[in-house]
Each structure stands twice: as structure tokens, then as C-alpha cells.
């Protein structure tokens, strides 16, 4: 995630000094990518030192003032029309996880993929229920906030990125389960050639009962502790 | 849970199984299910097709009997009450969400929807206000007397929902009630299905959608007739805290 352009958004309203610009940030986002006051004025000072901000003096209680410059406008404006990059996607651990727990010696993958799908849907509760309070708080208040209608689109964003994670997850279950009737062959370098198949235990085109490893789920309880993870591993 | 449940149920099902057919052609939709649904509780089914999530959902609403094991409904088993007593159950306690509607064809929207109200002894006149009030909920007052074939499939939809929620129904079953609904207009039955069960009904959703069920207390995975697994709603407060920052 950009803050360089994030902070650029903020001061484009008028001058302000770092940690109001992390109080600003956060409320946005809803504290979804927590900023430490560093972080600011790290990136604060190589604003400054690409021309795109300018110190300007202090307030009234002494804090150094930033401000936006005309080149850190315009290089605002080319980030709001640019698309944000998708080509080149950012590595994510759990379709890393997935590719290598194909095959894996003693890796029941479709344990992993419901452990996965517990955690991920459970993490959707969780964004659901706030949106639900996002929600119920702007038919509050006559005034649409900025920041609350910020906040809402930002957690609908986590919530259709964890849904496209959980469909993605049923998909690769059911595709497991239509290739396991069929033998994964191992790949030529792959010497421990009697591990290799999706499903241990089931020959080539052995009977297959529809979700037939009912007993993939696992234990119940014990979300896992990546909490988090997900939602902020998205750096840029 | 999150919120503190009170002692009894609404929906307790004890070591359910149904077997459809015999022999050969024996199909084990339900092995040995156990799920109990809280006053205020919204509890999700998900399973890929064929799973049994209809087969639990008509169970649990007695429109199908189990092989074995119990339903108790508000504290009565309904696989051993009368017809009567059952029948006056479901039209009072109740709520059902068909995956095809079911709507009677040859009765208007607003008729439909109080139907099961002038059954139970209501006015003809008070069934109708209230049927009324439920579809203007569905964002469909507009169309109360309109017959089901000459709706929408979403529209029809809404009205079935209507129907199950009209009332005072403690227990809301609903088999993929967002189907043929857009985004929008499923989140606002979601919504609405929440904001019944916050008030204090218990619901039972079935869906194959993440998006909507995420709105549950609870979601309960079945697989090959059995729960495999489930998930529980964590306190919101503990949310979005401790999260990594990265530059
Ligand atoms: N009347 C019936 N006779 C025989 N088998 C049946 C009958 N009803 C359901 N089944 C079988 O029981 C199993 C569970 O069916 P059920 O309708 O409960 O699945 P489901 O999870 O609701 O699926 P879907 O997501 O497709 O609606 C399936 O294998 C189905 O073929
Ligand atoms: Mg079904």
C-alpha cells in the first residue's frame, strides 16, 4: 500500500504535521493498516526530498508544519488516474501454501484448504459485523462523514477480497477431488514418485465418493493464529 | 459465543440421519447431525451441492422426517407430536424459506403472504395489514396483488421471505433465500434476516454464498451429511488490532 500517495491525498487538504497525519490516515482506513509516527515522517522526508512536499513553518503548539508542493500535486493527480498495478501480483503465502502442499509427503491438502476456509470465513464474520456497524452509524447521522463512508468501502473491500478467497478455496477442493480419480503424475525430478498423488491411497481411477475426506475438516476451534495476515500483506 | 444465549434453544437436533431409498440405491443424506440454535442466534449451512443442507433445513422445519434422531422445536420433539400439533407449530413458530419459493400460484403476493396467518385464525382484514407491512419491508408493497407468474424471480423471491417472516416466528429457515437476488438486494434480505434474529428469533440459513454468510453468528460446514467443521464469531473489538503495519 502506497502511504507516499496516501499522505500526498491528506496534505492536498491543507498543511498539517506528522502524527496528525497518522490520526487522519487511520481514520480513513479504519486502522486497517496501522502507521507508526516513524513510518510517517520517513516517508515525510523522502516526500521532501523528491520536491513533492515542503516543511512550512509550525503551528501554534510548535509542530512542523508539511505541505503539498505543485510537483506533489501532480504527482498525485497521475496516482488517482493510473491504475493500480495487478500484473505483476504481489506474492501470497497461501496460493505458495497450496502449490506446495500438492504432493506433499504426510500434507493432507484438504485439511488444509478447510483450516484455510474456517479462518478466511471467519475473518468475513468478523468484517461483516462491522460493516453492519459502519453501516447502521451512517443511517445515524445525518452528515455523512467522510471518514466513515472511507472506513465502509474500505472493510467492503476486505470482505469481497476474503470472499473471492473462500470461492477460490471451494473451487480448488472440488478440483482436487475431480483430479484425484485421475493420478497426479510426479514431476521427472521427483524421485519419491509414491507420494506424489493428490489424494494417498487412492490408485488411478480409484471409486471416488463425492467428498469423500469428510474427514479433511480438522479440529474444530483453534482459528490459527495468522490473524492478519492476510489483510496486511498486501505491500507495495 | 459472544453474546450470552439463553439456557433452551430454539432448534435442537440430536444425532439426526435420514436415508433416502434402500438397498442398492441408498442415499445417506444425514449422518448423525447435532446443532442447537440460541434465541438470537443466526447459524449458516454451507456445503458443496448435495451435501444435505436442504434435507437438514426440511427436517428441522418438520417438512421431513429424520430415520433416526430428534428435532426439538421450542422444547417439543416434533418427530413424535400429533399432526395437529405440528402443523399448528410450524404456521405459528416457524418460518420456511423454500429454494424455489413455493408460492401458490393462484393467490396473489399479499394473499401468500398471509395465508399462514388466516390459517392460524387470524382476520382476513389483519392478515392483510400485516402481509402489507412484511412486503413493504421487501421493498415490494408495490406488487401485493400481483400473482407469482407475473413476477420476477427475485421478486418472488422476496415475497417467500416475506412470508417466512411475517409474524412472530421464532424460527426463521431459509434454503438459499438469496438465489435469484443482485448483491444489493440479497445484503438487505441479510440484513433484515440479522436484524429478526437480533430481536430475538432464531434463524437457520443455508448458502452457498461466503458473502452472506458471513452475516451468521455461526457457520456450520457439512460435508457428506456431516458437520465437519465450524466457525464462531469473534468479538469485534479484538479486530483489526495487532495488525503488521508494512511501508
Ligand atoms: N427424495 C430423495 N430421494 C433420494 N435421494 C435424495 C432425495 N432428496 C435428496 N436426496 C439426496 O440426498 C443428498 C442430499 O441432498 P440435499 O438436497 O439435502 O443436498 P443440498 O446440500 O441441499 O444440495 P444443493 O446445494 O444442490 O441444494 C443428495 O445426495 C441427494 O441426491
Ligand atoms: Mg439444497
Redesign the pocket.
Known sequence: MSIRHGLLALLEHGPRYGSQLRTEFESRTGATWPLNVGQVYTTLGRLERDGLVGQSGEDGAGHALYAITDAGRAELRTWFEKPVDRTSPARDELAIKLAMAVGAPGVDIRAVIQSQRRHTVKAMQDYTRLKAQALAALEDTASRERDDVAWLLVLEQLIFQTEAEARWLDHCESRLIRLSATAVAPAPSDTASASAAVEPGHGPGAPHAPGAGAGGGGEAGGSGGRRGARAGGRGR | MTTPLAAQPVLRLQNLTRV??SGATE?H?LRGIDLDVHPGELVAVM?P???????LLTIAGGLDAPTSGQVIVEGTDITTAGLKELAALRRRSIGYVF?DYNLIPALTAAENVSLPRELDGMSARKARVEALAALEEMGLGHLADRFPDEMSGGQQQRVAIARALVGDRRLVLADEPTGALDSETGESVLALLRSRCDAGAAGVLVTHEPRFAAWADRVVFLRDGAIVDQTVRSEADSLLTGRVADA
Not at chain 2, 49 to 55: A, D, H
Open positions: 433416502h431409498g442415499v443424506a456445503g451441492s448435495g451435501s444435505g443442507k436442504s434435507t429454494q
